[in-house]
């Protein structure tokens, strides 16, 4: 069973209007789609998804709610393209649920999961070329560690690259959590659990996760009508860095005018939004009994000004 995390916090914070247009770039199996969806009479609801599979179970739970959604077979990175062909240059809001759905983990064919065997795959988007088997067995020992510290923040990154190196070619994700255990001390393996962060790395690298999202945010701040919301949901902090960053670079006076006086500074160098929250909210205490996956998630809000 898929869980959506922080779902009533997130529908909320998007202050979503019946005749409103909203964009659910994360969508998944539908969680937060549907009561979106469930809220609009005239508005429309453009879901975006890489997974195939995501977008057929998704179509037939939105169909029985109501028509006025549109599925979008995309990463979310070309958002402003892809509405664009539907005359969409404007929205009310749009929502981001940046971790990836409990059949993705569970299903072992698709090799996300470091607790079931399975090839080393990873791919949100069936199609696209690199697979955590590329990255595994064809990336050179430099850019192994390079991934490691960055998208895993792995101490034993050089140990566990040169491992990787020597015990090629490595096939399935259980040989390459055997591999990880052989590389760092016993002790830490078990307390630790650096094969979440190598497979975390690992997962980041293949869908180009960061470099996406680092792009899509200006975008998505660039489409909302005033008063128009964005909900992000972050699971690492990672992720929670560059949308805090983001955020706080759109809501602040530009540095070239902090000097001015409020009806001398051109609206362009404005802050384009505000925040909603300061402080990220997190799941309740109710969401966590029910689903540890929240623990780590965070909600981020801001407001089109």
Do not use: W
Request: proline fraction near 3%; charged fraction near 30%; aromatic fraction near 10%.
């Amino acid at each position: 069973m898929h869980y959506s995390v922080m779902l009533n916090e997130s529908i909320d914070g998007l202050n979503i209007k019946s005749d409103g247009i909203y964009v659910d770039c994360t969508l998944g199996y539908g969680g937060h789609s549907k009561e979106i969806l469930k809220k609009l009479k005239t508005g429309h609801l453009y879901g975006f998804d890489q997974d195939k599979e995501a977008l057929i179970y998704s179509n037939n739970l939105l169909s029985s709610i109501n028509s006025n959604y549109t599925l979008i077979h995309d990463n979310f990175v070309n958002l402003k393209e892809e509405l664009k062909k539907y005359n969409i240059t404007k929205v009310d809001g749009i929502l981001f649920d940046l971790g990836f759905s409990s059949p993705q983990i569970d299903n072992p064919n698709r090799g996300f999961s470091f607790m079931k065997d399975a090839k080393l795959d990873m791919r949100m988007n069936q199609d696209s070329d690199l697979t955590a088997y590329d990255v595994v067995n064809k990336y050179s020992e430099d850019k192994l560690i390079n991934i490691f510290y960055k998208y895993g923040e792995e101490k034993y990154s050089k140990l566990i690259a040169k491992n990787i190196i020597k015990n090629r070619p490595i096939n399935t994700t259980l040989e390459l959590v055997s591999v990880i255990k052989s590389s760092v001390p016993y002790k830490y393996f078990n307390e630790h659990h650096p094969e979440r962060e190598i497979f975390q790395a690992i997962r980041i690298e293949v869908n180009q996760e960061l470099n996406v999202l680092e792009s899509v945010l200006p975008d998505a701040i660039d489409l909302l009508n005033n008063g128009g919301r964005i909900c992000v949901i972050t699971f690492h902090s990672l992720e929670d860095r560059i949308v805090k960053q983001t955020f706080k670079e759109y809501s602040s006076v530009n540095s070239l005018v902090s000097g001015l006086r409020d009806e001398e500074i051109p609206d362009y160098l404005r802050p384009k939004i505000k925040l909603v929250n300061k402080h990220p909210y997190t799941a309740s205490d109710k969401e966590l009994k029910e689903n540890s996956r929240s623990k780590s998630a965070k909600l981020r809000i801001v407001e089109r000004i």
